[in-house]
């Protein structure tokens, strides 16, 4: 059974930073993208950056191109965004996601696997 767990989400003034992570368990095989997803209330679920398993490719919404860095730590099946320059405009829910297959993919529709999400609130 494959489970996902968000962590470090939090209150944080504009301008601060944060880091997510994300542990990944169950998942078969050695290869499977995954990525960062965000829902603020009242809009639908937006991608915000993916990263390949090998770490080589990585993709980014160009709303935090600069300012957001995803990492992954393949030994330990874990995955990571590093949140800089935040605005107030970042506050959302932060889902992490876990692809089938190994190439990156910006929309939620292909992914399979979702943590429950957690809570970034970046006040002005």
């Known amino acids: 059974q494959v489970r996902v767990v968000e962590s470090g989400g939090g209150l944080v003034q504009a301008g601060g930073s944060l880091r997510l992570s994300c542990a990944a368990s169950?998942?078969?095989?050695?290869?499977?993208?995954m990525g960062w997803f965000r829902q603020a209330p009242g809009h639908e679920r937006e991608f915000v950056a993916t990263d390949s398993r090998s770490g080589i490719t990585s993709q980014y919404a160009d709303s935090v191109k600069g300012r957001f860095t995803i990492s992954r730590d393949n030994a330990r099946n874990t995955l990571a965004l590093q949140m800089n320059s935040l605005k107030p405009e970042d506050t959302a829910v932060y889902y992490c996601a876990a692809r089938d297959v190994s190439t990156i993919y910006d929309k939620a529709d292909g992914y399979r696997y979702w943590g429950q999400g957690t809570q970034v609130t970046v006040s002005s």
């Open positions: 169950g998942l078969s095989g050695s290869s499977k993208a």
